[in-house]
């Protein structure tokens, strides 16, 4: 019983150590290529486990992962032959095994140098078609992308994919800061004054709309209320002809009533008449007819 459990552990230390020497294993954020005195042999390597033959083949493994390289201030000449001092970063990942390692040695430090060299040239060429202000107020969005496919060909030739490039900083030399700014400073002035305008033209017509829709209302509600009244005054008026028509005597009684109310028995009123009027016979004579 000894030796037979003895003969299984020495049977999977055997095991283990035959794993150890003749596998190796590829992680999520890893590249790998196998390779045998000096020859690649394979770099599609998928994550996981994989099977190597000792001391014939050697594995090289690089990142998978995205890599971020800033890169110190730079001299770059305007198209007006101004200096300007550009500080900058990239990102980029390795996406060629077998061209990053022939180009670079496998070494990120070349790959790192290397591409940033490729992107200096490319903000080189960028930066010498434009005028300082243009390079100022570019809009950065069209500026990186046109950066990427000018520099994005040549980093394909490293084995690596480049992945976006920000400036960071851009220096303006020191004479021409200040007619710079002030140029931006007139440029912004510019754009609020005509916004101001605009917006006053926009205010105007507005009020100008509201005081036309007002006058309309106006004048409707006054042709309305016109015939409104022209209505309650014909009605008013066929209402007493149809009651003049039937007592003549008490509608002559009760309109000279009215003329009564509104003529007399207010204070400080002052009445010039002839007593045997008309207009007093019913205070005169109450039974004239």
Do not use: C
């Amino acid at each position: 019983m000894a030796n037979r459990a003895m003969t299984i552990v020495v049977s999977l230390f055997a095991a283990i150590v035959l794993l150890v020497v003749f596998t190796f294993t590829v992680k999520q954020n890893e590249l790998a290529m196998r390779m045998a005195f000096g020859r690649i042999l394979q770099s599609n390597y998928q994550p996981g486990l994989h099977f190597m033959l000792p001391f014939v083949n050697n594995v090289k493994k690089f990142d998978k992962r995205i890599l971020t390289r800033n890169y110190p201030e730079e001299q770059f000449l305007t198209s007006e032959g101004k200096i300007l001092r550009i500080d900058f970063y990239v990102k980029w990942q390795i996406n060629n095994v077998e061209s990053f390692y022939k180009s670079t040695n496998g070494d990120e430090e070349v790959a790192a140098s290397r591409l940033g060299a490729i992107v200096k040239d490319g903000l080189k060429g960028l930066i010498a078609k434009r005028t300082i202000q243009q390079v100022v107020i570019a809009e950065r969005a069209e500026f990186i992308n046109e950066l990427l496919a000018v520099a994005g060909a040549n980093a394909g030739e490293l084995g690596v994919k480049l992945i976006d490039v920000r400036v960071k900083k851009i220096n303006l030399p020191d004479e021409v800061s200040d007619s710079v700014f002030n140029r931006m400073r007139q440029d912004f002035a510019r754009q609020a004054a005509q916004l101001r305008a605009e917006g006053s033209g926009a205010a105007t017509q507005l009020r100008a709309e509201a005081e036309r829709q007002r006058t309309e209302s106006l004048a409707n509600a006054t042709r309305d209320a016109s015939i409104i009244r022209g209505q309650g005054d014909s009605e008013a008026a066929k209402i007493y002809a149809n009651a003049f028509g039937r007592n003549a005597e008490f509608y002559s009684f009760y309109r000279s009533l009215q003329a009564y109310r509104e003529s007399l028995g207010k204070q400080g009123d002052v009445l010039v008449i002839s007593p045997d009027s008309d207009f007093f016979k019913y205070l005169n004579k109450p039974s004239a007819r």
